[in-house]
């Protein structure tokens, strides 16, 4: 690394609201140098992607204005130049990827398209060479066939695709700054460790500096050079990764470090002590749940008149127990079946063979007493908090709906029932009155949680329940989780591809790769001694806040490129 590229000094946003002004950046100033890599992290609403946003004048509303402070880039500074120069610095100069790459690709225009726009429009290229230029990129950014993938749509790859694709429009504009906004955040965990390192090699080879905003303090313990800490508009505290994460000054960074899973046994937060083990010698109790051979299996593809249609095999001949007041981890990459298996069991996918015993009650022999008994005893929370729950509902009204459909509370008495179940989540009971759009994630996945619970269910399934949620509050979220299967005997199923929490919250762990178990067993055994190659590759992928330990030992089979098994039609019932 060399010089300083990129200079920020004193700089202050603010907003206009009806009681007048009100900051949003406060006062801040940092360096980016040449070849570094910056981690920038924080909450939501820390304002990181804010900060980021203001560089290149990309601020969300036109309330917002800069206050005062300047931005120089290369002795210019980007708070006075003109709107025609900073569009020439917009791609060129300071390139951008984002969190959700469906949101900011064109739906309707081919990946290699979109990535020669940039090329012709910053590099003055005719049509042939823009394509070549792109189709390069394309093989830089990790497509195993970019001259035929040019010519695909953003709906035709997996999320992990669409994010190297987004990085390859970045790049097409060959810009000297990479503010990665939380790219990995929503991606399984192989699939960031191959996104963080294909960033991390394309720095190496074009000399780029990166701002990768984030809440995960072990990717940017193994990816930065230097971490910024962000919090309410300011920045707390800066410096080399290895003495912001050994010798935090913040009480801020100090908990934020405190929380995050993968710290080593001993030095973690209370509320991530393994569960104890059950005590041998007990009686054996009967499964809650028993899947023996389920498969689940959907048709695709072909048409009315052509027909070719195919069955693909979503869940192929899974078996487990589970036993009440147990809390059981399924992990797996996006397409190993995870969710198709959770809806079968609660009866929302149909099932093509097998069986699932709830309680006793087979759900393919007794289906209507089975479903009934399901809805009565068992819950599901779900990833994404907000959509979730109803926008038009109180939180009260949620829970007293719930409640009311249930009839196992007499009206009388569900307005305390209601103020219950939030003193059970942590919620305030002012929250009764409050709608989702005036929450925060972590409040709305408690009432989530609160929803589930008024159902006084047996077994709660949890599918990825906290991946969207920052580092504090996934741990505040997994607490509570943890409190109340301690408390009220609960059995937990909870579908995650972030091991680190898994490996902290459950006893035990279920593998599954392509609809398949391929591994089962107790946590501290599956991660002290991986037998599968499969389960290795995950735990070698888990981000770590020790910034010595290497991003991935070892490449993962990934489940976004390879095919789901494919039947015959006629397999199918």
């Excluded at 040449?34 to 992290?41: N, P, S, W």
């Excluded at 010698?281 to 695709?300: A, M, Q, W």
């Excluded at 190993?336 to 298996?341: A, D, E, M, Q, V």
């Excluded at 059970?424 to 609160?450: D, H, N």
Aim: with cysteine.
């Amino acid at each position: 690394m060399s010089g300083t590229l990129l200079s920020v000094r004193d700089l202050t946003l603010t907003v206009q609201g009806e009681g007048g002004p009100r900051t949003l950046i406060d006062n801040v100033a940092f360096d980016l140098r040449e070849g570094e890599i910056l981690g920038l992290v924080g909450e939501s609403g820390s304002g990181k992607s804010l900060l980021c946003r203001s560089l290149v004048r990309l601020l969300p509303s036109l309330l917002i204005r800069m206050e005062s402070g300047a931005i120089h880039l290369q002795g210019r500074d980007l708070a006075t130049i003109s709107d025609a120069e900073m569009l020439k610095v917009r791609g060129g100069e300071i390139g951008m990827i984002f969190q959700n790459p469906t949101s900011h690709l064109d739906p309707v225009m081919r990946i290699g398209d979109q990535i020669a726009e940039g090329i012709r429009y910053h590099q003055r290229l005719g049509a042939g060479p823009a394509r070549a230029a792109a189709v390069e990129i394309l093989a830089q950014v990790g497509f195993p066939d970019p001259k035929r993938q040019y010519d695909s749509y953003p709906h035709e790859f997996s999320g992990g695709m669409r994010q190297r694709a987004m990085i390859g429009v970045a790049l097409s504009c060959d810009p000297k700054i990479l503010i990665a906004d939380e790219p990995t955040t929503a991606l399984d965990v192989t699939i960031q460790a191959q996104i963080l390192t294909l960033l991390m090699d394309i720095r190496d080879k074009r000399g780029l500096s990166i701002i990768l905003i984030t809440h995960d303090l072990g990717i940017v313990a193994q990816t930065c050079d230097r971490i910024a800490v962000m919090r309410a508009g300011r920045l707390l505290e800066q410096g080399p990764k290895r003495q912001i994460l050994s010798n935090p000054k913040d009480p801020y960074t100090i908990n934020l470090i405190s929380s995050h899973p993968s710290m080593p046994e001993g030095t973690a937060a209370a509320m991530f002590v393994p569960a104890e083990a059950p005590v041998a010698g007990l009686p054996r109790v009967k499964p809650l749940l028993e899947i023996d051979d389920l498969h689940v299996r959907f048709r695709t593809g072909g048409s009315l008149f052509k027909g070719g249609a195919k069955t693909i095999s979503a869940v192929a001949g899974v078996s487990l127990q589970v036993m009440p007041g147990e809390t059981v981890g399924i992990v797996g990459e996006s397409g190993s079946g995870k969710s198709t298996l959770a809806r079968a069991i609660l009866g929302l996918n149909e099932i093509s063979s097998g069986h699932v015993s709830f309680d006793g009650v087979d759900l393919a022999q007794q289906r209507g007493a089975g479903l009934a008994k399901l809805r009565r005893e068992a819950a599901m929370v779900f990833q994404d908090p907000y959509n979730a729950l109803n926008p038009r509902l109180t939180i009260g009204q949620t829970l007293a709906e719930v409640l009311k459909v249930q009839g196992k509370c007499p009206p009388s008495a569900i307005r305390a029932r209601v103020e219950e179940l939030l003193d059970l989540v942590g919620l305030e009971r002012e929250f009764a009155t409050r709608k989702p759009r005036s929450m925060s994630g972590g409040q709305c996945q408690r009432a989530g949680i609160a929803r589930a619970l008024a159902v006084d269910p047996k077994l709660i399934i949890a599918d990825e329940c906290v991946a969207a949620l920052d580092v504090t509050i996934q741990a505040q979220i997994i607490a509570l989780f943890r409190q109340l299967t301690e408390t009220m005997n609960l059995t937990l199923l909870f579908i995650a591809h972030d091991l680190a929490i898994v490996r902290n919250l459950c006893e035990r762990v279920i593998v599954m790769y392509r609809g398949e178990i391929v591994e089962q067993g107790r946590s501290e055994e599956i991660f002290a001694r991986p037998q599968h190659a499969y389960t290795a590759a995950l735990i070698a992928a888990i981000p770590d806040i020790d910034p010595d330990r290497p991003l991935l030992s070892r490449p993962a089979p990934r489940c976004d490129l390879l095919p789901m098994p494919v039947l015959p039609a006629e397999t199918m019932p």
